[in-house]
Every structure is written in C-alpha cells, then in structure tokens.
C-alpha cells in the first residue's frame, strides 16, 4: 500500500523533461530515418543501439532528487524513494526503446530481420547502468550537476568498451559467430548492475 501511494508524488517530483525529449527524438528518428523507403536493417541495427545508450543516459535524470537535503529526514526510507524513481525512469525508457524497436521492425524490407531480443538485453543493460551510474552520482552531488556526472559515466563506459576490440567485443554485429556468447555476457551484467544499484539507492547516512 505505502508503495502505491508514493508513486504519484514520486512521479511529480521526477524531471521528465530529458527523457521526454529524448524518448520524442527516438520515435521521431525510428519514423523518418530513410523515409519513403524501407528501413535498411543495419541503420535499424545502428539506430537502436544508439538509442539504447541515450535512453540510458536520460533515465539517470529520473533517479536525481531536487530535495536530497531536505528529505534525508523523511519517514519513507531512501532506498524505496530511490527504487521507484529508478522503476519509473528504467520502465519509461525501456517502453519507448521498445515502440521505436516496433517502428524500426515494422519498416524493414520483406525478408529483413532483426535480433532483437539480443539488442533489449543491451539496451536494458544500458538504462541500468546510466540508473546505476546517476545513482552513484547523486550520493556526491546534487540536482542536475548529478544526472549530468552519471551521463559522463555512462558515456564513458560505452567509450571504453567500443575500443576494447576482440572476438568478445561487446557492440558485435549480428552476423558474426560470437553473437550469441557475447549476449550471455550482457545478460550476466543486468543482475550485479542492479545490485551495485540497490547498494547506490542505500540511506545517504
């Protein structure tokens, strides 16, 4: 019950303006992309990873709380603040990567495919760690600085693993051999990221 009743004020007190924006510009970009023709399968390929990092990067915005110093002392724990401004952000941003995924599908030639279950896992993976990594953030800062620091991080993160090329590399294409290894090891990510998650969401005290 005490859940049900926090996730309206909790829903107001969220910054929905960067995801607006972004999850508008995904939609937009999945519709007009190439428009008058089919979607070439690897600019859909393209296009959803790229939004999978920017979702990522704008659902950090949905864990930052304005009022870190005055509501330290509020009868509701921060943890459970925390998770469901992180169930909120993470829902959202993974709903709209998934009705731009239907407009990316429904677009491609006759014959064309995509992997997508294997891109969901990576595009989930993303939003965690921009959750994770603005959560981290928001123990050290406040307000905007914050969401903004645990963009950097994700973007970071991202930076780095596109540079660490091999047979393993996490952003291989769909018809390479190693695909199906590769997405194993993203979907071993999503739980130690959503625990190192629940331990940024812990009392700030």
């Known amino acids: 019950m005490l859940v049900i009743q926090l996730i309206r004020p909790i829903a107001r007190a969220i910054d929905w303006l960067p995801l607006a924006v ?5 939609v937009v970009m ?13 600019t859909a390929f393209t296009l959803l990873r790229m939004m999978g990092v920017m979702l990522g990067a704008a659902a950090g915005f949905a864990v930052i709380d304005e009022m870190t110093a005055s509501t330290g002392a509020a009868p509701v724990p921060r943890w459970l603040r925390q998770w469901l401004r992180c169930g909120l952000g993470g829902l959202t941003t993974g709903l709209i990567w998934g009705i731009a995924c239907a407009i990316a599908v429904a677009r491609l030639p006759e014959g064309g495919q995509l992997k997508v279950a294997g891109m969901a ?11 994770l990594t603005a959560s981290i953030a928001g123990r050290m800062h406040q307000g905007k600085a914050a969401a903004l620091a645990g963009m950097g991080g994700l973007l970071v993160i991202v930076s780095v693993s596109l540079v660490l090329r091999g047979p393993y590399w996490p952003w291989l294409y769909p018809e390479e ?22 331990w940024a969401s812990r009392d700030l005290r």
């Open 22 to 26: 972004t999850g508008i510009l995904a």
């Open 30 to 42: 999945a519709l007009v992309i190439e428009a008058g023709s089919a979607l070439g399968v690897g």
């Open 121 to 131: 896992v990576e595009a989930a993976v993303c939003i965690a760690i921009g959750l």
């Open 177 to 198: 051999e190693n695909w199906e290894i590769v997405h194993h090891g993203w979907l071993a990510m999503l739980p130690p990221t959503l625990a190192a998650l629940g």
